[in-house]
């Protein structure tokens, strides 16, 4: 089997108007989020209004990139066949510190001691155009 070694190119994002700032940020590797002036609740994934009290006064933050493990699954045949040679990968629920939750892969092993809870940080991906957040497991001794 040929394996071509190139800059993996998945299928791209598509951002809005409202969304547009949250990838300007990833370009910068910086994990861009809402949080809203009205009742201080963060905001993600980006939105017009919050959703805890409807206010429109939603201003950009930035993110410390770090959280936890809120729920994760292991995908064997992913849904769209650029990820195919992906696979086995793990998708997770990611608590991040700052107040919010998000959906990533983990640049982790399938089988490297994954765990609820467990934290990890973020990391970024180039692909095509874009640059993705990701995440990776913080071990035990916190890295690097
Ligand atoms: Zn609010």
């Known amino acids: 089997?040929?394996?071509e070694q190139t800059t993996p190119s998945y299928p791209p994002?598509?951002?809005t108007a409202v969304s547009a700032p949250f990838w300007e940020a990833a370009q910068e590797r910086r994990l861009a989020y809402q949080?809203?002036?009205d009742c201080a609740q963060a905001v993600f994934p980006p939105r017009a209004?919050?959703?805890h009290c409807w206010?429109?006064?939603l201003t950009w933050q930035e993110s410390t990139g770090h959280?936890?493990?809120a729920s994760f699954t292991v995908a064997h045949r992913p849904g769209h066949p650029a990820f195919a040679e992906l696979a086995p990968f793990v998708l997770a629920l990611i608590d991040v510190q700052d107040g919010f939750r998000l959906l990533s892969r983990l640049t982790t092993n399938p089988e490297?001691?994954?765990?609820v809870s467990a934290p990890v940080r973020v990391v970024w991906e180039s692909s095509g155009d874009w640059t993705l957040p990701l995440f990776e497991l913080i071990t035990?001794?916190?890295g690097p």
């Open 1 to 3: 089997m040929t394996r």
């Open 13 to 15: 994002p598509t951002p």
């Open 35 to 37: 949080r809203c002036a």
């Open 49 to 51: 209004h919050c959703p």
């Open 55 to 57: 206010s429109e006064s």
């Open 67 to 69: 959280g936890t493990i």
């Open 112 to 115: 490297e001691g994954l765990a």
């Open 140 to 142: 035990v001794d916190g």
